[in-house]
T-cell receptor
Framework: NAGVTQTPKFRVLKTGQSMTLLCAQDMNHEYMYWYRQDPGMGLRLIHYSVGEGTTAKGEVPDGYNVSRLKKQNFLLGLESAAPSQTSVYFC?????????????????FGPGTRLTVT | GQNIDQPTEMTATEGAIVQINCTYQTSGFNGLFWYQQHAGEAPTFLSYNVLDGLEEKGRFSSFLSRSKGYSYLLLKELQMKDSASYLCAVPSGSARQLTFGSGTQLTVLP
C-alpha cells in the first residue's frame, strides 16, 4: 500500500514548455486534489475532483488543466509554463468517513513535486 | 469565503509546552484540521475538531471554540523532532476542499 505517489519529484522547465504531473493513489479514494505551496502563502487549491471523470476549479486554477480518467489517477497539466508557476505541488486524496458519529475528510498527501520554471 | 490566521513563527525549548493559535472566519463550518509539515516533506494529519472542546492524542491536543472562531494546538513535552510547520485548515464545499492558513514554523531549541 503506497498511499499517494507523485511523479516526477523534481523538474526544471523553460518558460513556454509544457508538462504533466501525475498523482496516483491506491486507497480507493473518491476525492482528489491538487495544491501548490509557495513560501509564506500556505497551500492553495488549484483543482479538485469528486470522482472519475469529474473535475472542478479551486482557488488558483489559471494556467493549469486537470484530468481524472481513472479513479486512482489525477493529472495536472501546465500547457505553457511561466516563472510564476515555480512552486511545490502537492496532490492529496480522501475518502469521507464517519468516526464516532462525526464525518471526517482527512486528506492524505503525496510527497510533492518541486517545479522550477526559468 | 474562508480566512485563517496563525502566527508565522514560534520558538520553544525542549521539554516545554507550546500553544499554537488559529483564528478563522468561514461561511459554513465543517470542522477544523491541524497538519504537521516537516521541511521538504508532505503535510501529515494531526487532528480534526468539529465540536467545541479539547481533544487529546498523546503529547498533542487540539481545542476548538466555534463561537469564537478559534482553535489551538497544544504540544507537550516538546522534542527536537517537533520542529516543523503546523498548518491550520478548514474544509468547505462539496468536496470539503481545504483552505489553509500560512502555517506556524515552530523551532524547538535544546
Amino acid at each position: 500500500n503506497a498511499g499517494v505517489t507523485q511523479t516526477p519529484k523534481f523538474r526544471v522547465l523553460k518558460t513556454g514548455q509544457s508538462m504533466t504531473l501525475l498523482c496516483a493513489q491506491d486507497m480507493n479514494h473518491e476525492y482528489m486534489y491538487w495544491y501548490r505551496q509557495d513560501p509564506g502563502m500556505g497551500l492553495r487549491l488549484i483543482h479538485y475532483s469528486v470522482g472519475e471523470g469529474t473535475t472542478a476549479k479551486g482557488e488558483v486554477p489559471d494556467g493549469y488543466n486537470v484530468s481524472r480518467l481513472k479513479k486512482q489517477n489525477f493529472l495536472l497539466g501546465l500547457e505553457s509554463a511561466a516563472p510564476s508557476q515555480t512552486s511545490v505541488y502537492f496532490c492529496a486524496s480522501t475518502l469521507p468517513r464517519r468516526d464516532s458519529g462525526k464525518s471526517s475528510y482527512e486528506q492524505y498527501f503525496g510527497p510533492g513535486t518541486r517545479l522550477t520554471v526559468t | 469565503g474562508q480566512n485563517i490566521d496563525q502566527p508565522t513563527e514560534m520558538t520553544a525549548t525542549e521539554g516545554a509546552i507550546v500553544q499554537i493559535n488559529c483564528t478563522y472566519q468561514t461561511s459554513g463550518f465543517n470542522g477544523l484540521f491541524w497538519y504537521q509539515q516537516h521541511a521538504g516533506e508532505a503535510p501529515t494529519f494531526l487532528s480534526y475538531n468539529v465540536l467545541d472542546g479539547l481533544e487529546e492524542k498523546g503529547r498533542f491536543s487540539s481545542f476548538l471554540s466555534r463561537s469564537k472562531g478559534y482553535s489551538y494546538l497544544l504540544l507537550k513535552e516538546l522534542q527536537m523532532k517537533d520542529s516543523a510547520s503546523y498548518l491550520c485548515a478548514v474544509p468547505s464545499g462539496s468536496a470539503r476542499q481545504l483552505t489553509f492558513g500560512s502555517g506556524t514554523q515552530l523551532t524547538v531549541l535544546p
